[in-house]
């Protein structure tokens, strides 16, 4: 549970906008509260809590779990969207889709599995998360 000035915090964080330029790439993972718009390129996997935009020349490289998405460059991995996932004309998905609506305009391209009517509940930002032995993303520590 967040205290109260954490929460005014996250609650300004969710008016921020955040955007990757064309020409960028940026490598890790990624967690905002805020907007996120992605004109480069992003090695690692996504979460906001908020709305992401893919645009035509970008490329993710990983994962995304978002509110609401807007997808019009390629994206391999699989995507989670509480409410709505729009798929524009140029966009290519390897991978995926866990979503409540979804909108796929004509030209899109989509190679996966895809589930929907489905809400996921809370996005968590900035807690831990254990899958196959990893903490957010880092390898666990060998123990001797």
Sequence with gaps: ?????????????TTAHNIIGKGTTLTGDLETFGNLGIEGKVVGNI?????????QSSLVDGNITAQNAEIAGEVK??????????????????????????????GAK?????????SMGEIKIG???RQNGTVSGKE???TT
């Design 77 to 106: 991995g699989r995507i989670e969207v509480n409410e709505v996932l729009v798929l524009k004309p140029s966009a290519v998905i390897h991978g995926d889709i866990i979503t409540n609506k979804l909108v796929v305009e004509s």
């Design 110 to 118: 989509f190679n996966g599995g895809c589930k929907m009517g489905v």
């Design 1 to 13: 549970m967040l205290r109260k000035d954490e929460k005014r915090d996250a609650d300004k964080a």
């Design 47 to 55: 979460k906001t809590k908020s709305k992401i935009a893919v645009g």
């Design 127 to 129: 807690e831990a998360t």
């Design 140 to 142: 666990k520590a060998p």
